[in-house]
């Protein structure tokens, strides 16, 4: 029976500083060979000082690696040709006033726009209107539309974005989720273009 891989290339992976990464870590393999395991842990990159965050692997970077251990081996690829290694160091801890500046400032920042968007839209008008509509009495504070509409507005945007703190209210991504994950995919892209480009003008230069 002829020796076969199958692979495909990982879309991003996170590695910390100085580590080595192995042919298993950047690609998911399929192997009819007795050698798989061997293959799968064949150290293919070392992270070191000259690398920056971002890393890119091509495929055939990979296709060499096994060749140089066996060239009988039948290899197929099959998705991504390009794995972005992302190189994690390790995370800064903030302090509780730092964490608490921040939520002030998001906190004041989001009350200052919900608040000009509804003097835009002459929105106390609006509820002394519909209160005007509903009892026939002119009410310059109609409370009773005035509260459950901000409780409405509170409880709204906790469904929109589809959290109550760090707890999920279902498995379905809210609208800036898939929003960052269209930034993300366009960055990978952006990268592995930038990467390529990079490549070839340093292969162009060589002597």
């Keep these: 029976m002829e020796e076969a891989?199958?692979?495909?290339?990982?879309?991003?992976?996170?590695?910390?500083?100085?580590?080595?990464?192995?042919?298993?870590?950047?690609?998911?393999?399929?192997?009819?060979t007795e050698n798989g395991d061997q293959i799968i842990n064949m150290p293919l990159y070392f992270i070191d000082e000259s690398d920056e965050n971002i890393v890119v692997i091509d495929v055939m970077k990979v296709i060499q690696k096994i060749q140089s251990f066996n060239s009988?081996?039948?290899?197929?690829?099959?998705?991504?040709t390009q794995t972005?290694?992302?190189?994690?160091?390790?995370?800064?801890k903030y302090t509780f006033g730092f964490l608490a500046i921040v939520w002030f400032l998001l906190?004041?920042?989001?009350?200052?726009?919900?608040?000009?968007?509804?003097?835009?839209?002459?929105m106390q008008q609006v509820h002394q209107k519909l209160a005007y509509i509903i009892t026939g009495e002119e009410i310059f504070k109609p409370?009773?539309?005035?509260?459950?509409?901000?409780?409405g507005l509170g409880i709204?945007?906790?469904?929109?974005?589809?959290?109550?703190?760090?707890?999920?209210?279902?498995?379905?991504?809210?609208?800036?989720?898939?929003?960052?994950?269209?930034?993300?995919?366009?960055?990978?892209?952006?990268?592995i273009i930038k990467e390529n480009k990079e490549t070839i003008k340093r292969l162009s230069n060589d002597p």
């Design 143 to 151: 409370l009773l539309l005035q509260i459950p509409y901000s409780l």
């Design 5 to 32: 891989i199958y692979i495909r290339m990982r879309q991003r992976v996170l590695v910390s500083p100085h580590s080595t990464i192995t042919i298993g870590d950047i690609a998911q393999i399929v192997s009819t």
């Design 107 to 122: 906190f004041i920042g989001s009350a200052m726009a919900i608040m000009n968007f509804h003097e835009d839209v002459s």
């Design 72 to 80: 009988a081996i039948d290899i197929q690829t099959v998705g991504p």
């Design 156 to 191: 709204g945007m906790i469904i929109f974005f589809n959290h109550l703190f760090k707890k999920r209210l279902n498995e379905e991504p809210s609208p800036l989720e898939v929003e960052m994950f269209k930034y993300q995919q366009d960055l990978d892209q952006y990268v």
């Design 84 to 92: 972005i290694v992302e190189v994690v160091n390790k995370k800064k």
